[in-house]
């Protein structure tokens, strides 16, 4: 299984201003350190708890599931651009939208085959499936629930605070609380 994100976020989920304001910096000196400081705490927090928080797009390839029904990582999964099925030898088949409904009812969502469609009906032998689709709260920092925003700027300054130090000491316990509830448990 692989993922493969497609392009960085439009967006952070934090801007420089509010961050300098959380941290209580003025000028310009850090401005810098703090956007990557805020890259970094964003891309920790999405993989503490498995989820995208701006929308961006992902081509995730993976085994054929023995059933009809399959959820992709990261959610909350926003749209299907293309299913399809590879072979060893690179022979591709694509699924039509058609034939396969997108359920976002769920947490993570659900990419299910229509009933009397199987897989073997799109390409008779295939090793992969490929899924590019598109993940996310939303494409603006307020689409993503306040906790989330809270912990990166927890998050945040814990790093700024001990950016100097060669061992920084475990994150704060608040930044768990607030992700809590968030994160993507697979069974």
């Known amino acids: 299984m692989s993922l493969i994100d497609l392009a960085a976020p439009g967006v952070e989920p934090i801007d420089l201003a509010r961050a300098k304001t959380f941290l209580r910096v003025d000028g ?3 401005d810098t350190l703090i956007d990557t400081l805020i890259k ?6 999405e993989n503490m708890i498995g989820r995208t928080l701006i929308r961006r797009s992902f081509v995730y390839r993976c085994a054929v599931p023995a059933g009809r029904c399959l959820t992709v990582p990261r959610p909350p999964l926003l749209g299907v651009t293309r299913l399809t099925l ?5 022979q591709a088949g694509d699924i039509p939208n058609t034939d396969y409904t997108v359920t976002t009812r769920r947490d993570p969502a659900e990419i299910k085959l229509v009933s009397g469609r199987n897989w ?6 295939f090793t992969t499936l490929e899924v590019e689709y598109e ?18 700027l927890l998050l945040l300054a814990h790093s ?28």
């Open 86 to 90: 590879i072979a060893e030898n690179d």
């Open 135 to 152: 993940a996310g709260y939303g494409d603006v920092p307020d689409d993503i629930p306040l906790p989330i925003r809270q912990a990166i």
């Open 120 to 125: 073997t009906d799109y390409l008779s032998e």
């Open 28 to 30: 310009t000196d850090e």
């Open 40 to 45: 970094t705490a964003r891309h920790r927090v």
């Open 160 to 187: 700024y605070e001990f950016r100097e130090m060669s061992e920084t000491p475990a994150i704060p316990t608040m930044v768990d609380a607030l992700l809590a509830s968030y994160r993507v448990v697979r069974l």
